[in-house]
């Protein structure tokens, strides 16, 4: 059995751990980090062209099965793959981490209405935390943004007023509680991605009465298998072979 596993989470490297070397798994990266962590097994790093580019690929390389368990941000090889497997006649799950309850947070559909949540609120100090694609909603914000990222965005999208830090998770919950008190801010932005990895940030707004702008998670393509954790994964790769 051949499983093509989109990655570049931690769920998607302990899946890869868990199935080696009982089942083939080939674990595919965007390509977007530099020097990312990689999992165990064969890799391939870039993008396949989209949908009839992941389709000849899948033919080609006689996969049996793909798990896709990529950032649950990354609609577009989400909506190829579900698409691609459907075509081709192929098992497919999405292996989705649980989102986050946004509790008091105010939810907004995409990063420019996260953006105009903080002009209207008037918020000046923003910890932004939506990775270097969504930075640009930002650019005109007349705020100081402390803005997180893996990689730099291109310095052409970024805010006027900023500070950037780069660097990778997990965090704890006390460093993120320094980190905000310290920069003073008075709102958090965020993705919903869910997970433990970065879910202190949440927990340190919540102690120091920040505000959070929560943006809400692209639906899943219509129809498509789920499972939440690693071994559930696990399971239906074995039952699906």
Known sequence: ??????????????????????????????????????????????????????????????????????????????????????????????LARPAWEPGDAIVVASDTEAAEVIVRHGFSRVFLTTGRSGVKAFADADAWFLIRAVTAPDGDLLPRRHQLVLSRGPYRYEGEYTLLREHRIDALVTKNSGGQMTRAKLDAAAALDIPVVMVERPPLPAGVATVATVDEAAEWVANAG
């Open 1 to 94: 059995m051949r499983v093509l596993l989109l990655g570049g989470t931690g769920e998607a490297r302990a899946l890869a751990a868990r199935l080696h070397p009982d089942i083939e798994v080939i674990s595919s990266l965007a390509g977007r980090v530099p020097d990312p962590a990689l999992p165990v097994g064969p890799v391939r790093i870039g993008g396949f062209g989209g949908i009839d580019g992941l389709r000849k690929w899948l033919r080609d390389e006689r996969i049996d099965a793909v798990v896709d368990a990529t950032h649950p941000f990354a609609a577009t090889i989400t909506a190829n793959a579900a698409s691609a497997c459907r075509q081709l006649g192929l098992p497919y799950l999405v």
